[in-house]
């Protein structure tokens, strides 16, 4: 009887331990989904910030690649106070995820110093 007593606590013990790394398996793969998509959101400014040519006001999306995922960057430029700034928000989400949820969102600013007007 004691013997299956102490089986029963075990169970119940290596139940709980199995739980908790399914949740802490689940937690790294969000957290790198989400790193992965800010590299994205970078990588977007970065271009966007490096480019001879000052971004026109609007929208704008692109599928991309990164670590093995496919992901879908949306960007939109919008005008500031100040004419000789733009405001720019990156928005990335799973390409195939149909729930809408952004992984990553940054918003910056770029100056025209230096540029060519958009064509």
Request: hydrophobic residues 45%.
């Amino acid at each position: 009887m004691e013997m299956l007593v102490a089986v029963a606590v075990l169970a119940i013990a290596l139940g709980a331990i199995i739980g908790n790394a399914a949740r802490y398996a689940d937690s790294a793969a969000g957290l790198r989904d989400k790193s992965i998509a800010l590299f994205v959101a970078r990588n977007r400014m970065a271009e966007l910030d490096l480019s001879r040519t000052w971004p026109a006001t609007g929208r704008a999306n692109e599928d991309v690649e990164m670590g093995g995922i496919k992901w879908v960057w949306r960007t939109e430029v919008k005008t500031t106070p100040d004419p000789t700034l733009r405001r720019v928000d990156v928005r990335v989400e799973k390409k195939d995820d149909k729930s809408g949820v952004a992984f990553a969102t940054l918003s910056g600013f770029i100056s025209n110093v230096g540029r060519q007007a958009a064509p």
